[in-house]
């Protein structure tokens, strides 16, 4: 079957850096998406990754090691407003999107 | 620019009911969605469109339907409400299959 696996909760202080990781298992590989989900609100797309490797985008930066089956989202210099859950989604060889169920990112002054 | 708009936001039915949740989009995408969102668990998708007049089965597709008359709308009927559908749905579109999407505000529908 198809998986994706993102830790459920995380609690990180404002300012600091944190690393939420998705791991995937799926039929084939056509990218993978972050998105952000902030309480009772739409998901907003954060970056997109289809090649090995480090994309950074201001704040956040997103990794992909497609050999492991791994990717994980970076952020920095947290702020209050990063309180959210963030969504990790692959897009196997059927060019379906399977969507892990998010982690839930707490931040603490 | 509005992009995605869905409605009703907030909506309970009892069990056996019928409605239609309604979705515009004013960007001009051909490929619009209908996810649905449970606590704990990811996006399932229900139905998915490629362009007016084209639908596809997502995932989840059982007790709904959808139509695609025009690009702009994709409306979401769901028959006989069951328990089993009280969720949040989202509607979706991209100007591609299955890449970066825009998402709706969100119906969070109770079927008591």
């Not at chain 1, 992909?64 to 196997?92: I, P, T």
């Not at chain 2, 704990?40 to 229900?46: E, P, T, V």
């Amino acid at each position: 079957g198809q998986n994706i696996d993102q830790p459920t909760e995380m609690t990180a202080t404002e300012g600091a850096i944190v690393q939420i990781n998705c791991t995937y298992q799926t039929s084939g590989f056509n990218g993978l998406f972050w998105y952000q989900q902030h309480a009772g609100e739409a998901p907003t797309f954060l970056s997109y990754n289809v090649l090995d490797g480090l994309e950074e985008k201001g704040r956040f930066s997103s990794f992909l090691s497609r050999s492991k089956g791994y990717s994980y989202l970076l952020l920095k210099e947290l702020q209050m407003k990063d309180s959210a859950s963030y969504l990790c989604a692959v897009r196997d060889s059927n060019y379906q999107l399977i969507w892990g169920a998010g982690t839930k990112l707490i931040i603490k002054p | 620019n509005a992009g995605v708009t869905q409605t009703p936001k907030f909506r309970i039915l009892k069990i056996g009911q019928s409605m239609t949740l309604q979705c515009t989009q004013d960007m001009n995408h051909n490929y619009m969605y209908w996810y649905r969102q449970d606590p704990g668990m990811g996006l399932k998708l229900i139905y998915y469109s490629v362009g007016a007049g084209i639908t596809d089965k997502g995932e989840v597709p059982n007790g709904y339907n959808v139509s695609r008359s025009t690009t702009e709308d994709f409306p979401l009927r769901l028959e006989l409400a069951a328990p089993s559908q009280t969720s949040v749905y989202f509607c979706a579109s991209s100007y591609r299959e299955h890449t970066e999407a825009f998402f709706g505000q969100g119906t969070r529908l109770t079927v008591v």
